[in-house]
C-alpha cells in the first residue's frame, strides 16, 4: 500500500489548507487513517484519526481547528486545517493501518506512512 500525501504549503496566519492523503496498490484495506506531524528537532505528534466507520479524533492542540474527513470510495484522508497558526509549522505524515494480499494470497495488516507534506504558516 502506497500512500501519497499532497496540500501542503505556505499561507498566513489565520488561513486555511487542506492536505489530501491517497492510497494505492492492489488488493487491500484500509482501517484507521491519521495524520502525524513533526516540527525540526521534535518528536513527531499525532494529530487526528479518523476510523472506517468514520468516528474522529483530534488533538487537543488543535480541536476545533483541524478537522479529519475520508473518502472510502477514493481510499484517501483529508485534513481540513483552518485558523492556522506559525506553532503548526510541521512536515505532516498521513498513516494508515491496512490489509493487504501478499504473494501467498494471505491478508497482512500492517501499518503504512506517507512520504510527509511541508506546511509553513507565516506570522
Known amino acids: 500500500v502506497q500512500l501519497q500525501a499532497s496540500g501542503g504549503g505556505l499561507v498566513q496566519a489565520g488561513g486555511s489548507l487542506r492536505l489530501s492523503c491517497a492510497a494505492s496498490?492492489?488488493?487491500?484495506?484500509?482501517?484507521?487513517m491519521a495524520w502525524h506531524r513533526q516540527a525540526p528537532g521534535k518528536q513527531r505528534e499525532w494529530v487526528a484519526r479518523?476510523?472506517?466507520?468514520?468516528?474522529?479524533h483530534v488533538a487537543n492542540s488543535v480541536k476545533g481547528r483541524f478537522t479529519i474527513s475520508r473518502d472510502n470510495a477514493k481510499n484517501t484522508v483529508y485534513l481540513q486545517m483552518n485558523n492556522l497558526k506559525p506553532e503548526d509549522t510541521c512536515v505532516y505524515y498521513c498513516?494508515?493501518?491496512?490489509?493487504?494480499?501478499?504473494?501467498?494470497?494471505?491478508?497482512?495488516?500492517?501499518?503504512?506512512w506517507g512520504q510527509g507534506t511541508q506546511v509553513t504558516v507565516s506570522s
Open positions: 498513516e494508515t493501518d491496512a490489509l493487504y494480499l501478499d504473494y501467498s494470497d494471505s491478508w497482512v495488516a500492517q501499518r503504512f
Open positions: 496498490g492492489n488488493k487491500f484495506s484500509l482501517n484507521d
Open positions: 479518523i476510523t472506517s466507520g468514520g468516528s474522529t
